[in-house]
């Protein structure tokens, strides 16, 4: 068994997360390798994704969001900007570029400049192929302090075309009814805070020379 | 046999056995009754055909190890957070299902009507919840390997929660490369070492030093077997593939001057003071 953290009970654990401070950096950040859900913070509905592309604009695979809270659809993947640019259980620094990979599909979340179908403001969608898409799929996490820690509501500003990752409530009809729709706006407001919910979160990496097993 | 209310119910009861202990029903009864569905009941995972227990969706997650890690092990901990089904007051409906009513209108006269029934469960909610899990990486463990973590995937209200699985993806490295239990690695050796040989360490992934010594002449594409030096099997650690090392020799860079080309340079001993010209570092 390595260190006390493990041991404490499950639901204190944000009561008493203050006392295993020290073994690692920022142990409430998010990390690279994790897999979360998030969660729109004005809206209450999370970002997601399906099968099931945009009949205008890009054609390409739709991202919304649900109110649901258990669907496997919702998760998405925090990656470097490009491969081995961030290490696994590397915590993201508030100003670093990632991408977000859609577990289910293996689309990253994308932007570009197509109108998207409700709201007229820009579409986001999911674009690639196996975790690969092109240079529009790069986000930049806004944070305030230094790592992004999981309680705080972030803002996700595109690379390449600066809107932020919004959602303003219009609801999509069949056949994905009541689904948000997801878009880029250009102003920073409270439609465009997000938090990071349920997830597999990878701890701070300790380096595996320095492992201590007893 | 499904039809008949009374029966569905022993049958529910019974598939359900399987998966949940203290189940008491009249087995006498339902083999004499299933007898013909012997067959159906008895083959395949009892989990997967009983369609009573809604499971929700299984996680896969891509762990990305190094070679390293490969090499000597590791532990990932990870810190799961997810919806539980907690009580909540009240009731509500649950395990809905379409189902066939037989009514008697009369003496030798019945009517079967379709109907939507539901039990009755106690009213849940969706509570987050955390606790850490560890992943350990075990030594030799192969691309795509899973390791499933059981009932930590997303929850059903209405049945068991999906598993977790982590995903084994091993990254590339730049100076090894891994084929099975075997690593190749590719070492640069000047002319004058290729000819008259040489000595050296190479690190390796858990940083201890390979030994290398040749005193004869050394081809380029040459290979080095290096026993027990490879990777440790997934199956039995003890055992280990082999390092495979591939010489390629450099030649110099530039012409080689007069004093060089009589200067004896490639005769051995090597190495000596106005020969080092020869070599590229």
């Known amino acids: 068994m390595r260190g006390g953290c493990r041991l404490f009970p499950l639901l204190l654990l944000a009561l008493l997360r203050g006392l295993c401070h020290g073994r690692e950096p920022a142990p409430g950040a998010v990390t690279c390798g994790s897999v979360l859900k998030l969660l729109n913070t004005r809206h209450n509905v999370r970002l997601h994704s399906h099968e099931v592309k945009y009949g205008s604009g890009s054609g390409q695979q739709s991202v919304t969001g649900v109110e649901a809270s258990d669907d496997a659809n919702s998760y998405w993947r925090i990656r470097g900007r490009s491969d081995g640019s961030c290490q696994r259980g590397t915590p993201v620094k508030c100003g670093q570029a990632i991408r977000l990979t859609h577990v289910n599909t293996g689309k990253n979340l994308h932007t570009h400049h197509f109108p998207s179908p409700l709201s007229n403001n820009q579409e986001v969608s999911a674009f690639g192929d196996d975790g690969e898409g092109d240079d529009l799929d790069i986000w930049i996490v806004q944070c305030s302090g230094t790592y992004w820690e999981r309680e705080d509501a972030v803002r996700f500003k595109h690379v390449g075309t600066e809107v932020f990752l919004s959602i303003t409530g219009e609801q999509y009809g069949h056949p994905i009814r009541g689904q948000r729709e997801v878009h880029g706006m250009p102003t920073a407001n409270h439609h465009n805070y997000w938090k990071a919910m349920e997830g597999i979160f990878i701890k701070p990496g300790v380096d595996p020379a320095k492992h201590d097993e007893l | ?281």
């Not at chain 2, 009374?6 to 008491?24: I, N, S």
């Not at chain 2, 009941?41 to 390293?68: A, C, H, K, Y």
């Not at chain 2, 010489?247 to 009589?262: G, S, Y």
Request: charge should be negative; charged fraction near 30%; glycine fraction near 10%.
């Open chain 2, 1 to 281: 046999v499904l039809s008949d209310e009374e029966k569905r119910k022993q049958y529910d009861a019974y598939g359900e056995e399987g998966l949940k202990d203290g189940h008491q029903s009249s087995h006498g009864d339902i083999f004499s009754h299933f007898f013909g569905d012997f067959g159906f009941m008895f083959g395949g995972n009892p989990r997967q055909q009983d369609r009573n227990i809604p499971r929700g969706s299984d996680i896969i997650v891509d762990l990305e190890v190094t070679l390293e890690e490969v090499y000597s092990g590791n532990f990932v901990e990870v810190v799961r957070n997810k919806p539980v089904a907690r009580q909540a007051p009240g009731k509500r409906k649950c395990n809905c299902r379409q189902e066939m009513r037989t009514t008697q209108l009369g003496p030798g006269r019945f009517q079967m009507t379709q109907e939507v029934v539901c039990d009755e469960c106690p009213n849940v909610k969706l509570v987050n919840e955390e606790r850490t899990l560890e992943v350990e990486i075990e030594p030799g463990v192969r691309d795509g390997m899973e390791y499933p973590f059981i009932g930590e995937g997303e929850p059903h209200v209405d049945g068991e929660p999906g598993d977790l699985r982590f995903r084994i993806k091993v990254l590339k490295h730049p100076v090894f490369e891994r084929r099975g239990d075997d690593l190749y690695t590719n070492v640069t050796i000047s002319l004058v070492e290729a000819l008259t040989g040489f000595e050296m360490d190479i690190a390796h992934l858990d940083g201890h030093k390979v030994h290398v010594a040749r005193d004869k002449i050394t081809k380029p594409g040459a290979k080095l077997w290096k026993k027990g030096e490879g990777l440790p099997n997934f199956d039995n650690n003890n055992i280990k593939g082999s390092l495979i090392i591939t010489f390629d020799v450099e030649f110099p860079k530039e012409q080689l001057t007069n004093d060089q080309r009589e200067g004896g340079c490639l005769k051995a001993p090597s190495r000596q003071r106005g020969c080092t010209d020869l070599s590229p570092e």
